[in-house]
């Protein structure tokens, strides 16, 4: 992680974690420094464990929509100051990839805890890392869930998946 200076009181925003999942080589890291850092990442390395980064994510509040609606002006029209934005800060974890980790239940230890979100990350010229994305959820699941039904990873060739295979929008067209 870049050295940035968080000393703000960070109590006063809202704080969202994202784990950010997929094969070793696939650009996690270069995702998350794009999205935290707004520049492309310059010579990375391999992430050895987990990568913590942080973005502070500004967007409108429920209030500024709300105003932009008619509802909530001050006498003279305008829109109070306070209610103009909302701040959270974003926690990415770019968990490693790498397959020296012999042992996927090494990783675990960084799928506990909440998070709000799931990133997984694919490279489109590698259609192995793409199938991989299947063990990742599984393997998260695994830890995350007690039910046994999602102990093992979702497998898309029996209709059970969320998400397209690659290529099936395009069955059947010509």
Same mark, same amino acid.
């Given at each position: !992680?870049?050295?940035?200076? @968080? ?5 006063? =925003? ?19 420094? !794009?999205l ?5 990442? %310059?010579?990375?390395? +391999? ?7 942080? %973005? ?5 509040s ?14 003279? $029209?305008?829109?109070?100051?306070s209610s103009?934005? #909302?701040?959270? &800060?974003?926690?990415? =974890?770019?968990? /490693?990839? /790498?397959?020296?980790?012999?042992? *996927?239940?090494?990783?675990? !230890? &960084? =799928?506990?805890?909440t @998070?709000? $979100? ?10 192995? /890392? &793409? ?5 990742? !959820? $599984?393997? &998260? ?8 039904? =999602?102990?093992? *990873?979702?497998? +898309?060739?029996?209709?059970? #998946? ?11 067209? /010509?």
């Open positions: !992680m870049h050295a940035r200076d @968080y000393s703000t009181n960070t109590a006063a =925003y809202d704080r969202a974690k994202v784990l950010v999942l997929g094969d070793a080589g696939v650009g996690k890291s270069t995702l998350v420094h !794009m935290c850092h707004g520049e492309a990442q %310059r010579g990375g390395t +391999p992430t050895v464990g987990c990568n913590i980064d942080v %973005r502070l994510h500004t967007a409108p429920s209030a500024l929509r709300a105003s932009a609606a008619g509802s909530t002006h001050l006498a003279n $029209g305008s829109v109070p100051a103009l934005a #909302s701040s959270t &800060f974003i926690e990415f =974890y770019d968990v /490693s990839g /790498s397959p020296s980790v012999q042992h *996927p239940r090494s990783r675990h !230890m &960084f =799928y506990t805890g @998070y709000h $979100g799931i990133i997984l990350v694919h490279d489109l010229r590698n259609r192995r /890392s &793409f199938e991989n994305l299947w063990r990742w !959820m $599984g393997d &998260f699941l695994e830890v995350n869930t007690s039910s046994s039904s =999602y102990s093992r *990873p979702i497998n +898309p060739d029996h209709g059970s #998946s969320p998400f397209r295979r690659q290529g099936e929008h395009l069955k059947g067209k /010509s």
